[in-house]
Nanobody, 123 residues
Framework: VQLQASGGGLVQAGGSLRLSCASS????????MGWFRQAPGKEREFVAA????????YYGDSVKGRFAISRDNAKNTVYLQMNSLKPEDTAVYYCAADISRNIIITPSSYDYWGQGTQVTVSS
C-alpha cells in the first residue's frame, strides 16, 4: 500500500493550497481517508476525514469553515482544500487510510500513512 501526499508549499496568510493524496494497493473506496498534521514539538493533530462513499465528513475544530476534504474514488485520491490559511496551520500534513466504517480522529486507528507534505504559512 502506498499513499503519496503532494501539494504543500509556502503561502502567505489568507492564501489557499490544495493537497492531494494518491493511493495504490488498497481498495480505496473501502477506507475512511483522513488528513492529520504535525507541527514541530507538537502531537499529530486530526484535521479532517471522509468516509469511503464520500458521504460523511468530519473536521477538527481548528479548521472548520476553512478546509474542505473530498475524494475521487475513480482516481483513488483524496483532497484537502485549505483556504484562509493562518500561520498556525504551518505543519507537515499527512494523509492516512482507515478500514473502519466510522470516522475516528485518533491517529493510532489508521492503518496506512503517507509520507507527509510540508505546508508553511507566512504572516
Amino acid at each position: 500500500v502506498q499513499l503519496q501526499a503532494s501539494g504543500g508549499g509556502l503561502v502567505q496568510a489568507g492564501g489557499s493550497l490544495r493537497l492531494s493524496c494518491a493511493s495504490s494497493g488498497l481498495t480505496f473506496s473501502s477506507y475512511v481517508m483522513g488528513w492529520f498534521r504535525q507541527a514541530p514539538g507538537k502531537e499529530r493533530e486530526f484535521v479532517a476525514a471522509i468516509r469511503g462513499s464520500g458521504v460523511g465528513l468530519y473536521y477538527g475544530d481548528s479548521v472548520k469553515g476553512r478546509f474542505a476534504i473530498s475524494r475521487d474514488n475513480a482516481k483513488n485520491t483524496v483532497y484537502l482544500q485549505m483556504n484562509s490559511l493562518k500561520p498556525e496551520d504551518t505543519a507537515v500534513y499527512y494523509c492516512a487510510a482507515d478500514i473502519s466504517r466510522n470516522i475516528i480522529i485518533t491517529p493510532s486507528s489508521y492503518d496506512y500513512w503517507g509520507q507527509g507534505t510540508q505546508v508553511t504559512v507566512s504572516s
